[in-house]
């Protein structure tokens, strides 16, 4: 990797949830651009993804970080040590995370004079409203900012439909880590499917439970992981009971633990929907992490994850809530040992070619470049 020559300001507000791996390994993945982790407090979940790069916490800056977090918004001072510390490392650009955090790093921009740019992910701009004639808080940020990255065409779309210039809007597919997926394909003895996610309605964790029923007297051995946890987890575990379903509700997990889960289970089934709050997948950076370790997908049509996978490839689709489609899908790819084989491999192949993150972190150089 040549030297770095140029500094990026990455910003979020908590540093940094165990789940945003994407996050720090794209950082720490650019080949021209020092980065350096700015935000306001610890998230010690996820601390310890970026435990070696340079970063800046105002909580280590000020005895009351919360009021000089508020100062600092209302534009009245009270970070001073804070933004002195990151005005010495002499940055080049600001690149926030998620559209809330992008309002917060305006305020930075502006006192480092560098341009903003924001990468949009997903619920942080499909449960915003549509814009309203450019009234709304979406549309005054999009009139500040300098970029807008989506994570997919779906939140591109999302973005325009709330008042986003196109000129400003850059589509750019974030990456993984594929260094970190080099396990072999292991199955389990018996049938096994897996859902990683939060368990939140857009997740769709319901409809999975709903086609095992179904499926249960045609593979009396199946088994449902669920790795996550969430608002609906009491809710699943009892709908999981009534309907006499194999299902272990193991909790949160790290990305190392995910990894090996992936390589075990014969599917990853995630049937995501879009909520009624309007949060939908803006990409869903797991299903590309099951098609890296060689995983086939089975899932509805729904958000961006149409874009991570490829229908009929890579992965099996049905319509959002089409649960007998949903379970036509498992049953197919469980008898058929070498349809699944096939596209794991082809999975793999798309990931390589569209979702690696140091050919990734190449391209988002020279947005920030253009930016300059």
Same mark, same amino acid.
Request: glycine content about 8%; proline content about 3%; charged content about 25%.
């Given at each position: 990797m040549t030297e770095a020559t140029s500094t990026v300001l990455i910003f979020r507000k908590r540093l940094l949830s165990y789940s945003e791996t994407f996050i720090a390994d794209q950082g720490q993945m650019l080949p021209r651009y020092r980065?350096?982790?700015?935000?306001? *407090?610890?998230?010690?979940?996820?601390?310890? $993804?970026?435990?070696?790069?340079?970063?800046?916490?105002l909580s280590d800056y000020s005895r009351s970080p919360g009021l000089a977090k508020l100062l600092f918004r209302a534009g009245l001072g009270g970070a001073s040590r804070w933004l002195d510390a990151i005005e010495q490392q002499r940055i080049d650009l600001v690149h926030a995370h998620f559209f809330n955090d992008g309002i917060d790093a305006l305020r930075l921009g502006q006192r480092l004079g560098r341009p903003v740019v924001t990468t949009l992910h997903g619920h942080d701009i499909t449960k915003q409203p549509v814009d309203d004639g450019g009234s709304g808080s979406a549309a005054r940020f999009f009139a500040r900012v300098d970029c807008v990255i989506a994570v997919s065409e779906f939140i591109a779309e999302q973005a325009i439909r709330r008042g986003c210039p196109e000129h400003k809007i850059r589509q750019h597919y974030i990456g993984i880590d594929l260094d970190k997926f080099d396990q072999e394909k292991d199955e389990t003895a018996h049938p096994s499917?897996?859902?990683?996610?939060? $368990?939140?309605?857009?997740?769709?964790? *319901?409809?999975?439970?709903?086609?095992?029923e179904t499926l249960k007297s045609?593979?009396?051995? $199946?088994?449902? *992981?669920?790795?996550?946890?969430?608002?609906?987890?009491?809710?699943?575990?009892?709908?999981?009971?009534?309907?006499?379903?194999?299902?272990?509700?193991?909790? *949160?997990?790290?990305?190392?633990?995910?990894?090996?889960? $992936?390589?075990r289970c014969w599917l990853f089934v995630a049937p995501s929907v879009i909520a009624a709050s309007g949060d939908a997948e803006g990409l869903g950076m797991v299903f590309l992490e099951a098609q890296a370790l060689r995983t086939p997908v089975v899932s509805f049509r729904s958000g961006g994850l149409v874009e991570a996978v490829a229908e009929g490839s890579s992965a099996l689709l049905s319509d959002e809530k089409d649960i007998a489609g949903l379970a036509d899908n498992i049953a197919q790819l469980l008898e058929n040992r070498s349809l699944r084989h096939n596209m794991g491999a082809a999975g793999r192949e798309r990931v390589e070619q569209l979702f690696d993150v140091r050919r990734q972190c190449a391209k988002l150089e020279l947005i920030y470049d253009s930016l300059r």
């Amino acid at each position: 990797m040549t030297e770095a020559t140029s500094t990026v300001l990455i910003f979020r507000k908590r540093l940094l949830s165990y789940s945003e791996t994407f996050i720090a390994d794209q950082g720490q993945m650019l080949p021209r651009y020092r980065p350096v982790y700015c935000g306001y *407090t610890p998230d010690d979940s996820g601390l310890g $993804l970026i435990e070696n790069a340079d970063r800046l916490l105002l909580s280590d800056y000020s005895r009351s970080p919360g009021l000089a977090k508020l100062l600092f918004r209302a534009g009245l001072g009270g970070a001073s040590r804070w933004l002195d510390a990151i005005e010495q490392q002499r940055i080049d650009l600001v690149h926030a995370h998620f559209f809330n955090d992008g309002i917060d790093a305006l305020r930075l921009g502006q006192r480092l004079g560098r341009p903003v740019v924001t990468t949009l992910h997903g619920h942080d701009i499909t449960k915003q409203p549509v814009d309203d004639g450019g009234s709304g808080s979406a549309a005054r940020f999009f009139a500040r900012v300098d970029c807008v990255i989506a994570v997919s065409e779906f939140i591109a779309e999302q973005a325009i439909r709330r008042g986003c210039p196109e000129h400003k809007i850059r589509q750019h597919y974030i990456g993984i880590d594929l260094d970190k997926f080099d396990q072999e394909k292991d199955e389990t003895a018996h049938p096994s499917l897996l859902f990683v996610g939060r $368990l939140v309605e857009k997740k769709g964790c *319901t409809y999975l439970l709903q086609a095992m029923e179904t499926l249960k007297s045609r593979f009396p051995d $199946l088994r449902l *992981t669920v790795v996550g946890d969430g608002e609906l987890r009491p809710a699943l575990q009892q709908e999981s009971v009534a309907r006499k379903l194999n299902v272990d509700f193991v909790g *949160t997990a790290s990305p190392a633990q995910v990894r090996e889960q $992936l390589a075990r289970c014969w599917l990853f089934v995630a049937p995501s929907v879009i909520a009624a709050s309007g949060d939908a997948e803006g990409l869903g950076m797991v299903f590309l992490e099951a098609q890296a370790l060689r995983t086939p997908v089975v899932s509805f049509r729904s958000g961006g994850l149409v874009e991570a996978v490829a229908e009929g490839s890579s992965a099996l689709l049905s319509d959002e809530k089409d649960i007998a489609g949903l379970a036509d899908n498992i049953a197919q790819l469980l008898e058929n040992r070498s349809l699944r084989h096939n596209m794991g491999a082809a999975g793999r192949e798309r990931v390589e070619q569209l979702f690696d993150v140091r050919r990734q972190c190449a391209k988002l150089e020279l947005i920030y470049d253009s930016l300059r």
